[in-house]
């Protein structure tokens, strides 16, 4: 087992021993998590930045940076989430190479409609250096 994975468990083992909740993320409208699928473990310290169609053209709303579980909490409020057009862009070209990989992807961008903002959601994004796969999770 390497030693990246031996960490992610001991990380992982030390959040459930001591049952803290991230408010942040569970405050947050729109979460996210990524998974390394091509390696078994979580992409930790992927940066993810949010945007919002906005009179035609495209405004950052929101960046942040996957934890060592690959999740971005608190992201956004309740108050910057209103319907609309988004896009979430996940830049794993530096992922990989801080894992000494190649990827064929430089950034992934994942663009959604958000028609009612009372809502969670939660965009999964399942990585490996040659293809990936995302959706709507809960």
Known sequence: ??????????????????NFPDHKMSQSPLTTHILNTAQGIPAAHVT?????LEDKAWREIARGVTNSDGRCPGLLTSETFVPGIYKMKFAVDEYWQSLNLASFYPYIEVVFNISDASQKYHIALLLSPFSYSTYRGS
């Open 48 to 52: 993810v930045s949010v945007v919002r």
């Open 1 to 18: 087992m390497s030693a990246q994975r031996l960490l992610h468990i001991q990380d992982h083992l030390k959040i459930k021993k001591n």
